[in-house]
C-alpha cells in the first residue's frame, strides 16, 4: 500500500514569517494530494489541495507544490499568524478513494 | 450546507464493554469512510462504503469491529469487545463518488476512551 512520510513533526515559527511542510509518497499510482488543518477537537478540515497534473496551487497564503517525479510535496504558508497554530496533516489517494495519511505536523506560531 | 454529523462525541468504557458510533454523511454522498485516528498519528481508514456496500474493509479488526450503513445513509461503527489499545478518535468522511475527492469531508469525530 502507499506510505506517506512527513516533516517536521514540530514547527516553531514567528507570527509573519513563513512556514513549510513535506511530504513524501511512495505509490506512483496516487495521484490527489490533500492538505488539511486539525485544530484541537475537531475533525480534519481541507485547507488546500493538488491533483498530479499541476505542478503549484496557491490559495492566498496557503501554497501547495508538487514533484511527481521524486514523489513529493511541500505545503507553504506565509506570512504566518496565530490562528494558524494547528495540526497539518498530507495526505496521498488514488482517485480520491481512501486517504493515506501523513503522521502530522504540529505548527505553533508565536505571537 | 450540513456537515458529517456524528454521535457521541465523547465515551469511556471499560475493557471488554461494548461500544458504538453513529454517523450522518452529507446529503447525496454516496461514499462513506471510517478512519481511527490513535493520538499523535495521521487518521488511518478501517471501513468504506458505497452506497450500503463495503467497498475496502481490509484494515479494519474485523473479530472486534463491525460496521454497517443501512439504506446508504447513516452508519455505525460497533467495537466489541474493546481493548485499551481502542482509545482513539474515531472519524467518518463521506465524499461524492466519482469525484475524484472533491467534497470529502470529515465530522469531528467521536473520542473513545477505554480504561
Known amino acids: 500500500g502507499e506510505n506517506v512520510e512527513q516533516h517536521p513533526s514540530t514547527l516553531s515559527v514567528q507570527e509573519g514569517d513563513s512556514a513549510v511542510i513535506k511530504c513524501t509518497y511512495s505509490?506512483?499510482?496516487?495521484?490527489?494530494f490533500p492538505w488539511y488543518k486539525q485544530e484541537l477537537g475537531k475533525g480534519p478540515q481541507l485547507i488546500i489541495d493538488?491533483?498530479?497534473?499541476?505542478g503549484e496551487k496557491k490559495d492566498q497564503r496557503i501554497a501547495v507544490t508538487l514533484n511527481k517525479t521524486a514523489k513529493h510535496f511541500s505545503l507553504h504558508i506565509t506570512e504566518t499568524q496565530p490562528e494558524d497554530s494547528a495540526v497539518y496533516f498530507c495526505?496521498?489517494?488514488?482517485?480520491?478513494?481512501?486517504?493515506?495519511f501523513g503522521t502530522g505536523t504540529s505548527l505553533t506560531v508565536i505571537p | 450546507e450540513a456537515g458529517v454529523a456524528q454521535s457521541p462525541r465523547y465515551k469511556i468504557i471499560e475493557k471488554r464493554q461494548s461500544v458504538a458510533f453513529w454517523c450522518n454523511p452529507i446529503?447525496?454522498?454516496?461514499?462513506l469512510y471510517w478512519y481511527q485516528q490513535i493520538l499523535g498519528q495521521g487518521p488511518k481508514l478501517l471501513i468504506q462504503?458505497?452506497?450500503?456496500?463495503?467497498?475496502?474493509d481490509s484494515q479494519l479488526p474485523k473479530d472486534r469491529f463491525s460496521a454497517e450503513r443501512l439504506k446508504g445513509v447513516d452508519s455505525t461503527l460497533k467495537i466489541q469487545p474493546a481493548k485499551l489499545e481502542d482509545s482513539a478518535v474515531y472519524l467518518c468522511?463521506?465524499?461524492?463518488?466519482?469525484?475524484?475527492?472533491?467534497?470529502?469531508?470529515f465530522g469531528s469525530g467521536t473520542r473513545l476512551t477505554v480504561v
Open positions: 468522511a463521506s465524499s461524492l463518488s466519482g469525484t475524484g475527492g472533491y467534497g470529502y469531508t
Open positions: 505509490d506512483s499510482a496516487s495521484n490527489y
Open positions: 493538488i491533483r498530479s497534473n499541476v
Open positions: 495526505a496521498a489517494s488514488k482517485a480520491g478513494n481512501q486517504f493515506y
Open positions: 446529503s447525496g454522498h454516496a461514499t
Open positions: 462504503f458505497q452506497n450500503n456496500g463495503v467497498v475496502d
